[in-house]
């Protein structure tokens, strides 16, 4: 069974039937608390599938894959995404911290959210919303609960009943209402506020999260044939994208006790302004206030993972959708050569083992350990020689992937596409390792050459980059750190003389300057790092660890699979580091890797996580 | 729209005995061209400005835009990653500029950014001077020269530092409503893909020069390979076809420009336009009036990390000369502080 069609596209979770998502979705282990009421924030990098799990949560979706009727949903969500929504307009920084920017941009949210709102009703509610008496009741409640609501906000129009239709008409008429009042919010007074540097005023209506879009949502709730207890799920998507006024009310809406009638759902790609609310010293917090989902891995490691199974799951459907039953390790074999070569390596450990004894614990430490970088050392006899190791197979396909299945699908689309014309349009069965080897260093050098040096950015980034002065500056010490893990990573790899030659990671014992903490937290934005926690050695508290993206493994030669030790490193290392990643190339070489930093054996009882 | 030789531009000054000339220092050297040529052939009040992160060629040409012969000469700061201080600066420094005495307003728009262009030309609008406003260009013969990457030969900007709305031109976007990208392609890829990606629009309409309306053959054949590169991502990123429009446009025909960009949003007015002029200063003279006629358009902007300063430009390719009253066919829209919808 062979197919042509590329199973590892990536589509956007928009595009995308609710029968594809369907389909394909499978969930990530420990996401069963956004199934349930409650605030959630769901964090994770770009190309986590954030996204694809708010589509996944979507009213069609959750109908097809539990077979259920609008009546017989578990919830209702209501979509909404912050960057097509357009709400960080320049223009409004000039309110920025008055009471006033809070107001302003509480009312463009909700105006938003009511048309989000009235979408969701029309399309799923449709054959309720024609019934006679849920028409009937829907034109009492807009005249005597919805209208004053508004009115009481400031809106002025002429209403009449009259106006009203059908339920479908109903809620047309409401959204067209509130387009008006958004339209003349921004066209207007936004505008306004751009231009001119007075003080302006506005009369126009101000809708709040209590005072309209909280009771409209109850109105609805309560018409005929539409469950009168149906928890409503407001998904808000890549919220990075609010400005602080934006953020603060957001946070405000999560403290507020709303969960047995409305549960936000809030992805971000973990670089969320602030935690603050508009009150005093108001803060929300886990896991008082909401549940968190991380949706990044760091436990990449040996088979059985949650990730690697999860990923195998997700494979397979996309394999099977196409009609290929093959396995994904026989899709992605590695170097038969380099198999074979490892393979004689691990078998001369076994013996040695017998012999003289494990040089670690167990004679499969000793394999675990040593097999694959001892045969990288092997072919790196010259500078052309690290180019012999092939980075093919299914395995070290998803380590390099580093918990991010974007970072799996990316490559694996390209690798099939060109093995398709390598094969001159015949079916794919076996993706050769060469041609494996070749996109994933192609896409490793890309990630130091040409992404760091034309990073995208956005512009909060730039404003909370405080110890640096520019971001351009910031980028070139973010290169020189990643270079300089890099260097020393592979310098440990190499030394036969160490007990644990898989390094992919620094733990910060000392507490970096600020400016190392900005350099590494834009790494993390970015994504060349991952943190995490690991239990400090005396017990109290827990140290923080800095994991390089294995993508970055064929850049720098290094062995991606499996847990790794890690550096505990000074504050030194990491300041010369970011300005001068040659010097502690030099250092190492002449002094060693423990001249400033101190490598730590790794318990493979490890929690890793946050 | 006619290119001109220096001698003829320079005969079209004098004619026009400009009060008032406003141009941009920056790094390219184009930009004291034309203020040489103002300041031979006429007596006028210059205002200047330039943005803040200097670096030498800037400084250089700046310096030499200052000491050339002017009876009143002021300059004024922008900024790349502050819009609101930079539009404020505009506002400021246009309204010191008196109506009662404008003769004719002279703008170099040739080396403002997109975003500080469309800023001057709301707060010429804002102060009724726009009817007295004519622009003029000066084309280069090469761009973005990169000798040190074969596999990139031009490039003008890398990165992307953030996708906004220009101040003060908002649009008119409905919640209940999709959006339509609207891009005129220039030579710059990243910029694009990123205004893509921030707006995740649920259509789009690309542009590229139309090869007899372009400042140069050279220029034509370069704006469609990055053309063709922004379009197969677009096609990457939809499996419907019907997602994306194409489209030609006047590189060096402010009006045409224009004219091409309110016919295709008028096929989307279901939608939310957001527009991204990127490509000459001419096409977004033309996407900016587009917008004062059609205010539910938004027009956009992508701050770049970083410009090729050592070899944004070189070589000058004829001048170009255009009034605002052409471009709105004799009725400069109102000022969109009066209407609102």
Redesign the interface.
């Known amino acids: 069974m062979t197919t042509t069609i590329n199973p590892f596209a990536v589509q956007t979770p928009e595009s995308m039937t609710p029968s594809e998502v369907v389909e394909l979705f499978e969930p990530v282990p420990d996401v069963d608390a956004i199934n349930h009421p409650g605030h959630t924030f769901i964090n994770g990098q770009r190309g986590s599938g954030k996204s694809m799990l708010l589509r996944w949560l979507s009213p069609e979706c959750v109908m097809l894959a539990r077979n259920v009727t609008p009546t017989q949903l578990p919830f209702l969500s209501v979509y909404l995404s912050i960057k097509q929504a357009q709400l960080d307009l320049p223009e409004l920084k000039r309110l920025e911290g008055m009471g006033s920017g809070a107001v302003l941009s509480e009312h463009l949210l909700v105006c938003l959210l009511i048309v989000k709102v009235l979408d969701t009703w029309k399309n799923i509610f449709h054959s309720q919303l024609q019934q006679p008496n849920a028409i009937q009741q829907f034109k009492e409640r807009v005249e005597k609960k919805i209208v004053p609501r508004f009115r009481a906000c400031g809106w002025k129009d002429n209403f009449s009943s009259d106006q009203l239709g059908n339920g479908i008409e109903i809620c047309e008429w409401l959204q067209d209402t509130v387009d008006l009042i958004h339209v003349e919010t921004v066209a207007g007074f936004v505008q306004r506020l751009g231009l001119e540097s007075e003080p302006l005023r506005w009369s126009g209506p101000l809708l709040g999260y209590q005072t309209v879009l909280l009771p409209l949502i109850r109105e609805l709730r309560a018409l005929p044939g539409i469950p009168e207890e149906l928890p409503i799920f407001i998904l808000l998507d890549d919220a990075d994208n609010l400005n602080i006024d934006q953020t603060k009310v957001l946070n405000s809406w999560v403290a507020q006790r709303t969960t047995d009638f409305v549960s936000l759902k809030i992805s971000t790609q973990m670089r969320y302004k602030t935690f603050l609310t508009h009150s005093d010293n108001g803060r929300i917090e886990a896991p008082h206030d909401f549940s968190e989902i991380l949706l990044t891995s760091v436990q990449v490691g040996g088979g059985g993972s949650s990730y690697e199974a999860w990923l195998t799951t997700v494979l397979t459907k996309r394999l099977q959708k196409l009609g290929l039953n093959v396995d994904p390790n026989t899709l992605f074999p590695e170097d038969a050569k380099q198999v074979a070569a490892i393979e004689e390596i691990k078998n001369g450990y076994r013996a040695k083992a017998k012999t003289d004894g494990p040089r670690g614990y167990r004679a499969n430490d000793d394999v675990y350990r040593y097999s694959r970088p001892d045969y990288m050392t092997k072919v790196s006899g010259n500078a052309k020689g690290s180019y012999r190791y092939s980075y093919s197979g299914f395995t070290q396909l998803i380590h390099l992937s580093s918990g991010i299945i974007r970072f799996f699908l990316d490559p694996a689309a390209r690798m099939f596409s060109e093995q398709i014309k390598k094969n001159d349009g015949k079916p794919v069965t076996v993706i050769d390792p060469d041609i494996q080897n070749k996109v994933l260093r192609e896409i490793s050098d890309n990630l130091i050459f040409q992404e760091l040096d034309k990073m995208r950015q956005d512009a909060a980034i730039s404003s909370w980059l405080t110890h640096t002065s520019d971001l351009l500056s910031a980028l070139k010490k973010l290169k020189n750190l990643v270079e300089a893990l890099g260097a020393t990573f592979r310098m440990i790899l190499l030394d036969t003389n160490r007990s644990e030659r898989r390094v992919f990671s620094i733990l910060l014992n000392d507490e970096p300057t600020d400016e190392v903490n900005e350099i590494i937290k834009l790494g993390i934005f970015l994504g060349y790092f991952q943190e995490a926690s690991i239990g400090a050695k005396d017990g109290l508290g827990r140290t923080r660890r800095v994991v390089l993206t294995r993508r970055l493994a064929p850049y720098f030669n290094l062995d991606p699979i499996g847990f790794s030790g890690y550096l505990s490193v000074t504050r030194e290392y990491l300041q010369r580091a970011i300005h001068d990643p040659h010097s502690v190339r030099g250092r190492i070489k002449s002094e060693g890797v423990d001249s400033f930093t101190q490598q730590t054996q790794l318990d493979f009882s490890f929690e890793g996580g946050m | 729209m006619k290119k001109m030789s220096a001698l003829e531009f320079a005969q079209e000054v004098k004619a026009l005995q400009p009060s008032t000339f406003i141009t941009c220092a920056s790094f390219e050297s184009r930009c004291v061209e034309i203020a040489k040529i103002i300041s031979e052939q006429t007596s006028v009040k210059t205002l200047c400005f330039h943005v803040d ?1 200097t670096c030498a060629s800037t400084q250089k040409n700046r310096t030499e835009i200052a000491e050339l012969k002017w009876p009143a000469y002021k300059e004024a700061g922008l900024y790349i ?1 502050n ?2 201080a930079s ?2 600066t505009v ?1 400021r420094s246009v309204s010191s500029l008196s109506a009662s005495e404008a003769n004719a307003i002279l703008v170099d728009v040739s080396t403002f950014t997109h975003e500080h262009l469309a800023m001057l030309i ?2 010429l609008l ?1 102060r009724d001077l726009l009817r007295f406003t004519h622009f003029a260009y000066v084309g280069v013969n090469v761009y973005g020269v990169n000798p040190s990457d074969e596999s990139e030969p031009l490039w003008l900007s ?5 996708v ?16 339509h990208f609207i891009a005129l392609v220039g030579f710059e890829f ?1 910029r694009i893909r ?1 205004a893509l ?5 649920g259509s789009v309409s690309l542009g590229v020069g139309e090869a007899i309306e372009s400042v140069t053959p050279g220029h034509y054949s370069e704006n469609k390979r990055f053309y063709d590169k922004v379009a197969a991502f677009v096609e990457e ?4 076809p019907s997602f994306i429009e194409r489209f030609d446009f006047s590189c060096i025909d402010p009006k045409k420009a224009k004219q091409k960009i309110l016919e295709i949003a008028a096929k989307h007015v279901d939608c ?1 336009v ?1 527009l991204f002029p990127m490509n000459t200063k001419l096409s977004t003279v033309g996407a900016i009036f587009a917008s004062l006629d059609e ?2 358009i ?1 027009l956009a902007y992508v ?1 770049p ?2 410009y090729n300063v050592n070899n944004y430009s070189s070589g000058i390719d004829g001048f170009r000369l255009v009034s605002a009253i052409e471009l709105s066919g004799e009725e400069i829209p109102m000022s ?2 009066f209407s ?2």
């Open positions: 992160k990653s819009p609101l539009s404020d506002l709301k707060a804002n890398r990165g992307a530092a953030a906004r709305s220009i101040v003060g031109y908002p649009g008119m976007l409905r919640p209940s409503r999709a959006v990243e990123v990606d921030e707006s995740e629009p990123k939809s499996a419907n939310n957001v205010p539910s938004q701050e990390v970083e969109s502080l609102a919808q």
